[in-house]
């Protein structure tokens, strides 16, 4: 099953990168459309590209297909998040940017449980079970993503970038482009995340001014306030539970 969420990850993530080969015709197929875009980039003639050249192609396109992976999930708020919390609580390098990475990979893939569930069940098995095409897959897997990112995305950040791109209003969601979707999406979790690390700010903000006022009033003027406040943040964190608190939230706020 994992190898099977990693699978349905790269399909979608192909939907994004090719948008135009993932909706091309069944008859041309996917060999077709990119028969035809070596061909327009090795000038117009009908000698393909060499296949050192494919092969510089397609990683190149490799290098960018991990954050176009990151962007089309829930990964982008949940690291930001915890980016956030580990500042609130005034700590540099604790929890480490590993474990934090780690963490919200694992938080996403829970969240992710369902679409991802959804793309195996919808695109994978039965391409793997050779009852549709490559294109219908890749259209399917890309479909199961766009709703997830459509339920989490606001109207004004669509409507923003639909403006900017020149675009009409869309009839459904399937005729959102993905090079409107996808900066809206992430423009959506952006806001969200910022709210979220703003109502985290709040209560260890309260202690730092607590502290430094108790250290003002009793002039100790040069001792920093942040050494005094930490361990105070540190155990109202532990007494409510903080981790279990702040994962159980982030997993309810997508819904």
Known sequence: MNRACLVAIAIAA???LAPDIAQAAPAAGIGGALERAMEGAAGGEDTPLSLSLQLLLVMGLLTILPAL?????SFTRIIIVLAILRQALGLQQSPPNQVLIGLS??????VMGPTLEQVNTQAIEPYAAESIEADEAIVRAGDAFRSFMIRQTRETDLGM??????QQQFESPEDIPYSILLPAFVTSELKTAFQIGFMLFLPFLVI???VASVLMSLGMMMLSPTIISLPFKLL????????????????????
């Open 105 to 110: 990979l694992f938080l996403s893939l829970f």
């Open 14 to 16: 192909l939907t994004m």
């Open 236 to 255: 109202l964190f532990v007494l409510v539970d903080g981790w279990a608190l702040l994962m159980g939230s982030l997993a309810m706020s997508f819904g």
């Open 69 to 73: 992976v990151l962007m089309m999930t």
């Open 208 to 210: 730092d001014l607590v």
């Open 161 to 166: 970038f639909a403006d900017m791109a020149g």
